[in-house]
Each structure stands twice: as C-alpha cells, then as structure tokens.
C-alpha cells in the first residue's frame, strides 16, 4: 500500500479536532468515511497511515491487541512533531500547491520534504 498524503492530513486534521478523548482507528474510519459499504477497506488504509504516523512521531497511541479482531490502536494525542507538521501543511491553498509541486516529480517524497516544502510555499505567501 502507497502512502496517501491526503489520508495523513485528514487524519490529523481529524485527530486535532476530535482530541482529547479516546479515538480508536474505527473512531477515524467513520470521521473520514461514512459509507459502511467501504468502511472495512478504509479500516486497513487507516490503520496503515496511522502506523506511519506512529513510526514518523507525529501521534501518541496505545496498541490495542485481541485475538480473533483487527489491530486497533487508541490515539491519545498529537506529538510536537505532528503539530508542527499539520501546521505545515493546514492551510487548504497551501496544501494544493505542495501537491501540485510533488506531482511534477512523479508525486511520491517524504513526509519532511512535504513539511519542508509547505514551509517555504508559506514563506513565500508571506514576503518572507
């Protein structure tokens, strides 16, 4: 599965505005989408953007296993890092324009290029 740098903003976005308070990844499926239909393909898509947030440091989670059920996890809140980075890319002009930028490259980089990219785009917005 390739990373979906949309599902990683709105999860964060999501996150933010939902925490505090327990927020399990059933929790983020249903806040992103709605149609039960989708909901246990959109279960693993969460599930794996979740863990990338886990392995990049942008969000606190407690790891819920039982047998015979999905991994889960309960997100406790977003870290610095994650704040600093949903700052980065919050505002929806923004945004677009990092997308646009990283489709001309074949549309795949890293996070903290993203983050990077994003910083100099709002730079740029403000004359700096």
Known sequence: MQRDYNL??????????????????????????????KFDEMYDKCLYHIELLVDQGFIDVTPLRAIGKKPNYIIHRLTSAGCDYLDSIRDDKIWRKVLSKISKVGGSTTLDIIAELAKTLAKSALGL
């Open 8 to 37: 990683i903003r709105d999860i964060l976005l999501k996150c933010e505005e939902k925490l505090p308070g327990r927020i399990g990844v059933e929790n983020v499926v249903r806040f992103l989408e709605p149609d039960e239909e």
